[in-house]
């Protein structure tokens, strides 16, 4: 992993130019060997954190929720953590890191509403908090409202890529309490709902070897194998999704 050092060199970069001396970090704990908690609880000084799931019926389920923490890199404690994060586990597609001014509670409570949707009338929680997820939705499967609130609760967000790189978005912050009020539920349209699944189809496949002529880095197939996913879901296609990538490659041939 020779990551680490070069995206903490850009954080700290980007901290200086907006003039704070923190950063947040959403951790996703889902699936993971590992605990957060018990190294957070430990540091000092202290370190703010906040499970995205207070509040919801998975909050018992705190050793696999999303997990808020601002660390204050004028700390060598808490640069080193983030270090010992990156290192352990931004490969793993578990990290999403806001630049954000606003107060750490503010924010908790803002990204917690965020993660809370509602489908053809039933609620349900969204994992935006996923950095494999997070782009798609911003890029494109959200509409320009639906992306506001997300935009406006940062300066910055930031993520490493599926092939280990740093990637930055610039958001929106705006010190309008109208703007930093808690936003409303999102609504999903059916379509929204259909493209956050092609999403998921498009990991699955991404995981193996079979695919790997349709690039050559993982964010390349990603992208190929995402837009054929998006494209069987339009046609109504019932097979298997390989087997739809595979008859459109044979295709592709001629």
Not at 31 to 56: C, D, I, K, N
Not at 66 to 89: K, Q, V
Not at 93 to 98: C, D, K, P
Request: net charge negative; with cysteine; hydrophobic share 40%.
């Amino acid at each position: 992993m020779n990551q680490p050092i070069p995206w903490l060199d850009q954080i700290k970069h980007t901290l200086a130019e907006v003039g704070l001396p923190h950063v947040d970090l959403l951790l996703d704990q889902t699936g993971w060997e590992h605990s957060a908690l018990a190294a957070l609880r430990q540091l000092a000084p202290a370190v703010p954190w906040h499970s995205l799931f207070t509040g919801t019926p998975e909050e018992h389920l705190l050793h696999q929720a999303p997990i808020l923490m601002r660390l204050d890199l004028g700390h060598w404690r808490h640069e080193a953590w983030l270090e010992e994060l990156i290192d352990a586990c931004a490969l793993q597609s578990r990290l999403l890191l806001l630049v954000s001014p606003l107060s750490f509670d503010a924010l908790s409570l803002r990204l917690q509403a965020l993660l809370q949707v509602h489908w053809g009338g039933q609620p349900g929680l969204l994992r935006f908090y996923d950095p494999r997820i997070f782009p798609e939705l911003l890029a494109g499967i959200f509409n320009p409202e639906q992306c506001k609130p997300f935009q406006q609760a940062a300066s910055y967000w930031s993520w490493l890529d599926r092939d280990g790189h740093p990637r930055w978005l610039a958001g929106d912050f705006a010190t309008d309490p109208e703007h930093q009020s808690t936003p409303d539920d999102l609504v999903l349209t059916d379509a929204q709902y259909d493209r956050i699944g092609s999403l998921s189809d498009a990991h699955a496949l991404l995981e193996g070897t079979r695919f790997d002529g349709l690039g050559k880095s993982r964010e390349q197939r990603f992208a190929a194998l995402y837009r054929l996913s998006c494209n069987a879901s339009d046609a109504n296609y019932f097979g298997t999704l390989s087997d739809y990538v595979i008859q459109q490659l044979d295709a592709e041939k001629g």
